[in-house]
């Protein structure tokens, strides 16, 4: 299996552009989560997925932000209007219940927001 | 709500020595799992070692090692014979384990930097 595959690897964009950040979890794999990665807030979970269905979106930032997941393989994270505070490591993750609770992370987004 | 605090930002030891990183975490569960993930230069999280709070035994993975204290709520990691490749940072991590056996919050610590010496 190839893993969990998010793209792009790294964004540079500026204030107030749109930024959507992609993922692939992978196969099989029931859960779906996003994480946010800053040096000053370390790790947070920003929302998750179950079959496709977001069950906690408690961690969102704010209304700029919106994640969506159409189908078991695919979800996107999108930022509007972006802002310079947004600049962090995003990581996508996947389990499937029944592995001891293993999460499959990504490589991560880097976003850089000018 | 579950919280995990790691005490040391940062830490360094000298390869081939031993370093324990501590972890301590705050719930009322009793049924969840323990993580320490180990994050190098290269971003990529990697899975090190896993405890689940109903084994009283500790788990050991190679040259890694925890030390389980469910009463005290602490969760340390025990590095042996430290290798320049262990330089990353190290966090600790908790998620309660569900009925159905679904995945629940993983929980992060701030993480601790670990650097290995030559």
């Known amino acids: 299996d190839a893993g969990v595959i998010q793209s792009p690897r790294h964004e540079v964009t500026e204030m107030g552009q749109e930024v959507t950040l992609r993922c692939k979890p992978i196969?099989?794999?029931?859960?779906l989560f996003w994480y946010r990665q800053t040096m000053m807030r370390g790790l947070e979970l920003l929302i998750y997925?179950?079959?496709?269905?977001?069950?906690?979106d408690s961690g969102m930032p704010e209304d700029r932000f919106s994640a969506k997941m159409p189908n078991a393989s695919f979800s996107t994270l999108k930022i509007q209007p972006s802002e310079p505070r947004d600049s962090a490591v995003y990581f996508c993750a996947s389990s499937k219940p029944g592995t001891n609770e293993k999460l499959f992370f990504g490589s991560g987004t880097q976003l850089s927001v000018l | 709500a579950q919280t995990v605090t790691q005490s040391q930002p940062e830490m360094s030891v000298q390869e081939a020595e031993t370093v324990t990183l501590s972890c301590t975490y705050d719930?009322?569960?009793?049924?969840?799992?323990l993580f320490w993930y180990k994050q190098p230069p290269s971003r990529q999280m990697i899975l090190v070692i896993r405890?689940?709070?109903?084994?009283?035994q500790n788990a050991t993975e190679n040259r890694f090692s925890v030390n389980f204290q469910k009463a005290a709520k602490s969760f340390s990691l025990k590095i042996s014979d430290s290798q320049l490749g262990d330089t990353a940072m190290y966090f600790c991590a908790f998620i309660l384990s569900t009925p159905q056996g679904g995945s629940e919050k993983l929980v992060f610590g701030k993480g601790t930097k670990l650097t290995v010496n030559p």
């Open positions: 997925f179950n079959n496709n269905v977001p069950i906690d």
């Open positions: 719930t009322s569960e009793s049924n969840y799992y």
């Open positions: 196969s099989g794999h029931d859960y």
């Open positions: 405890q689940e709070a109903y084994k009283q």
